[in-house]
Nanobody, 125 residues
Framework: QVQVAESGGGLVQTGDSLRLSCAAS????????MAWFRQAPGKEREFVGV????????IYTNSVKGRFTISRDSAKNTVYLQMNNMIPEDTAIYYC??????????????????WGQGTQVKVSS
């Protein structure tokens, strides 16, 4: 059984940076699609980015490209989401998710079997 848990959320100002962590247990993060999703109030959960198995090139949604970076520390079995130059539109609950879906499904919520509890991120203007 895979378990993931996020940490690192908080309140920041526009232009600030924040790093979220996703610690996994039960399976190595290198063997899973490790994704970040976010859900703003009143909106659907949306894909942010993913680190694919045995692949060092993450895939991002367009709105975060150039500002967010996903990295993986296999020794700590942890994935990170570094968020730079943050804007109020980044305000959401951020979720870490793990799964084994094929490439065509990596942006889809239902492709992930394991989810964390979420961590709140708020960006003030």
């Amino acid at each position: 059984q895979v378990q993931v848990a996020e940490s690192g959320g908080g309140l920041v100002q526009t232009g600030d940076s924040l790093r979220l962590s996703c610690a996994a247990s039960g399976r190595t993060v290198s063997a899973l699609n490790m994704a970040w999703f976010r859900q703003a109030p009143g909106k659907e959960r949306e894909f942010v980015g993913v680190m694919r198995p045995y692949n060092s090139n993450p895939i991002y949604t367009n709105s975060v490209k150039g500002r967010f970076t996903i990295s993986r520390d296999s020794a700590k079995n942890t994935v990170y989401l570094q968020m730079n130059n943050m804007i109020p539109e980044d305000t959401a609950i951020y979720y870490c998710a793990a799964g084994n879906g094929i490439l065509s499904t990596i942006r889809v919520v239902t492709a992930y079997n394991y989810w964390g509890q979420g961590t709140q991120v708020k960006v003030s203007s």
